[in-house]
């Protein structure tokens, strides 16, 4: 009796499992950002390309060098001015507010800043008061922004109000007795940051300014060269006030960065590294590529080497975490000399035998690169997240995450800390 | 130090066992073993358990664990009561469980670059503990030696959390996302108590 009383039992359970099952929901929210744009006319944007006051550094991106002054930007806002006559008190004197301003170079007395999809060019003769000289327009087209969110396009973003938004959303399921087996939606878009890689020291008498290793414009005599996503835009400088569009060479997708050298570009995209001639300037040149795994890799280079650091966990994919050293003696066909481990590898500069890289949470790593088939360890600097090198002769600006660090490192084996200048928090 | 402590949980889950095996002790030990199909809004999953604990009278009291597949896979540790109402050999019982969600969840959400639409790429996708609770009636068949076949149905709730960190390709400021998970289903237990 008691068996039959209890399979009567479970018959009914399993019945009111269904039945009582429209009795239970789900409930899954999903709490995200929504950021609203705020609008200013382009007029009362250009108006507004002056030097304002200064404003603490949040979210630094390129650095740029020029004689005393560090030209810092702050991502998507403008240019912090800093007076840094004394390294070991830098002073942020001010700051141009240029929205949509991701990247910086400098030739003579101008200055040369995206705004979204224009190239203003802002005379620096006095860094205390810059003068707008011209604005070049729609050199950038894909900085219009896309993807579901269609700006006006009579205004210009300044700024962004963060907004939080809770919305109810679908919890899945369908996985089956054994619940879901994969994530789904597991694919990347391609924003339009970051990462740029650059160039190490120019010289002392150059007219040239320095750019830091994360950088996507460069100059290379009367030639601003700047990558987009896709292409290697070319803008003609020989009158520096008066920028002109010159051509736009395709490369393909995943372009980063950009370094000049010895008449060639070494361009590192998130599949590989390209060498463009550009003996002819203002027609770059294919010469080779270099394909590696995906991932973002920035990219510097010397007589006879390459440097490419590859990483992960950023919009280029990849699982990578490695320097690969290439000979470029035959610049038509570049080889890995050598694939050296990294702990998260970012910016990277070379400044005679002494290669120095930003190995993000493992802070800055100084490496004796006299011989590259053995690189050695000389220091490493912790406790800094580091992703911006610029050297110069024994003198390292160090863009990290809480800070702008100025090294002295003329004595590999004693490298002192000059100054910080602090991220506000 | 770890083995130390392993070596001191069993010696007392032993002292405690012995305890209460003794004859005329008023606590007796039960482990409640059960598989269960878990009926929600989304799908139907499977799920089993183990509770551990002492009888005293009609109350029992113990600590159970188990697999949970719904939706997201996820490892309950809870505390556990119930009382048997009538003092017939088969009898009717009232359960009551609450404890943690421990998120076991089966793919690695942590690696993989999830696309958003509205603004971002690239996160990293983190779960979250949240708690579980089950309450419902059930029904006990008595055999040899204390063992028995055990039946329950009941509401079961578990909830999960989880963040996923991107850029925001807009403003490339940093920010987390946040998933909240409030999963309720109708349980039904088929187990065995030993």
Redesign the interface.
């Known amino acids: 009796m ?2 039959p ?2 399979s009567a ?2 018959t009914s ?2 019945a ?3 039945v ?16 609203e744009p705020v609008y200013r006319t382009k007029e009362e944007v250009r108006a507004n390309i002056k030097n304002n006051s200064s404003k603490e550094i949040e ?1 630094p991106g390129k650095i740029y060098i020029r004689g005393n002054y560090i030209f810092l930007n702050e ?2 806002r403008g240019i912090h001015i800093i007076d840094n006559s004394n390294k070991a008190a830098p002073r942020n004197i001010a700051f141009i507010d240029i929205p949509g301003n991701l990247d910086i170079a400098v030739k003579g007395n101008i200055l040369y800043a995206d705004l979204y999809t224009d190239l203003v060019a802002i005379d620096i003769t006095n860094p205390q008061q810059v003068v707008v000289k011209k604005f070049t327009e729609n050199i950038f087209p894909e900085r219009y ?1 896309g ?3 269609s700006q006006n396009p009579t205004m210009i973003i300044q700024d ?1 109000v ?1 907004k939080d938004t809770i919305v109810q ?1 679908d ?13 789904a ?10 990462a740029t890689q650059s160039g190490t020291a120019a010289g002392g008498g150059s007219p040239f300014g320095v750019g830091g290793s994360m950088a996507r414009f460069t100059i290379v005599n009367n030639y601003l060269y700047a990558v987009s996503e896709s292409a290697l835009n070319v803008v003609s400088i020989v009158n520096g006030a008066d920028p002109t569009f010159s051509n736009k060479v395709q490369i393909g997708w995943g372009i980063e960065t950009l370094y000049p050298f010895n008449n060639r570009l070494f361009i590192g995209s998130t599949t590989g590294m390209f060498i463009y001639d550009i003996t002819n300037p203002t027609n770059p040149v294919k010469l080779s590529n270099f394909s590696h795994a995906r991932s973002c890799d920035p990219v510097i280079a010397d007589n006879s080497n390459a440097f490419v650091t590859l990483r992960s ?3 280029c ?1 990849g ?1 990578n975490e490695q320097l690969d050293v290439l000979d470029i003696t035959n610049l038509s066909n570049p080889t890995l000399i050598k694939t050296y481990q990294m702990t998260n590898p970012h910016g990277l500069a070379k400044d005679g035998n002494t290669l120095i890289i930003c190995d993000g949470r493992d802070g800055v790593k100084f490496y004796n690169a006299s011989d590259v088939r053995n690189l050695s360890l000389q220091k490493q600097i912790t406790g800094l997240n580091s992703y911006d090198v610029i050297a110069i002769n024994g003198w390292a600006l160090v863009v990290a995450k809480d800070g702008l660090y100025q090294y002295d490192y003329s004595s590999l084996s004693n490298i002192n800390l000059i100054s910080k200048l602090s991220v506000k928090n | 130090m770890k083995l130390k402590f392993f070596f001191l949980s069993i010696y007392i889950s032993l002292s405690i066992f012995s305890f209460a095996q003794k004859k005329n002790s008023d606590y007796k030990f039960h482990s409640i073993n059960n598989l269960s ?1 878990l ?8 799920g089993l358990q183990t509770v551990n604990g002492f009888q005293k009278g009609n109350l029992f009291a113990g600590v159970g664990v188990g697999l949970d ?5 996820s490892v309950p540790l809870f505390a556990d009561v119930r009382y048997e109402l009538g003092k017939n050999k ?1 009898k009717f019982f009232a359960y009551a469980d609450g404890g943690i969600n421990f998120q076991w ?5 942590d ?12 996160g ?2 983190e779960f979250h503990n949240g708690i579980y609770t089950d309450v419902g009636l059930g ?1 006990l ?1 008595d055999m040899k030696k204390g063992g028995g ?1 055990v ?3 009941g ?1 079961s709730y578990k909830s999960l959390k989880q963040t996923v960190t991107y ?7 940093p ?1 987390t ?12 237990k ?1 187990g065995w108590r030993l």
Not at chain 1, 20 to 35: A, G, I
Not at chain 1, 171 to 183: A, E, I, Q, T, V
Not at chain 2, 167 to 173: A, I
């Open positions: 008691r068996i009383f209890f039992l479970m359970s399993l009111l499992l269904f009582f099952n429209s009795c239970v929901k789900d409930s899954c929210t999903h709490r995200y950002v929504y950021w979210r991502i998507d922004w993807n579901g969110f962004w963060r959303t919890c899945g399921g369908n996985g089956g007795l054994f619940g879901r087996m994969k994530s939606d597991v694919f990347m878009s391609n924003p339009l940051l970051t966990g950023t919009p994919q699982f | 199909l009926n929600g809004d989304n799908e139907v999953s499977a597949y719904y939706i997201h896979r088969n969840v089966q793919e690695t959400y690696r993989g670059p999830i696309f958003i639409w509205d603004g971002g790429f690239n990293s996708g029904y068949v076949l039946l329950a149905l509401h850029t925001d390709w807009r403003t490339q400021q920010v996302d946040l998933y909240r998970y409030n999963l309720n289903r109708i349980a039904v088929v």
